[in-house]
């Protein structure tokens, strides 16, 4: 059974950062595609960054280029969002992500993913 859970999230003033982590379990994690996605009150789910299998390669959304950091350690099974510059319309439930096969590049649609946590919540307060 995988198992994705998020942590890290909270309220946080507009410039400020903040550290989500993704500790996944249930299978090989470092065989995986991860991705990070948001949905923000009344608005649908949107992608945020996602990251390759080794690692090397990660691509982000426009409005959170040059502000946001994805990573991995396929040693700890752990995806993490680096969030600095933080701003009001960031506000939004983040979930972790990981697909069902090991694609070549990073992916951002929301279908190519199987397996979601329960998401963490981040307030920027202004």
């Known amino acids: 059974q995988v198992q994705l859970v998020e942590s890290g999230g909270g309220l946080v003033q507009a410039g400020g950062s903040l550290r989500l982590s993704c500790a996944a379990s249930?299978?090989?994690?470092?065989?995986?595609?991860m991705g990070w996605f948001r949905q923000a009150p009344g608005k649908e789910r949107e992608f945020v960054a996602a990251?390759?299998?080794?690692?090397?390669?990660?691509y982000n959304t426009d409005s959170v280029k040059g502000r946001f950091t994805i990573s991995r350690d396929n040693a700890k099974n752990t995806v993490y969002l680096q969030m600095n510059s933080l701003k009001p319309e960031d506000t939004a439930v983040y979930y972790c992500?990981?697909?069902?096969?090991?694609?070549?590049?990073?992916?951002?649609?929301?279908?190519?993913?199987?397996?979601w946590g329960q998401g963490t919540q981040v307030t920027v307060s202004s």
């Open positions: 990251i390759s299998v080794s690692g090397r390669s990660t």
């Open positions: 992500a990981t697909t069902d096969r090991n694609y070549a590049t990073p992916r951002i649609r929301p279908t190519d993913y199987s397996y």
């Open positions: 249930g299978r090989t994690f470092s065989s995986y595609n």
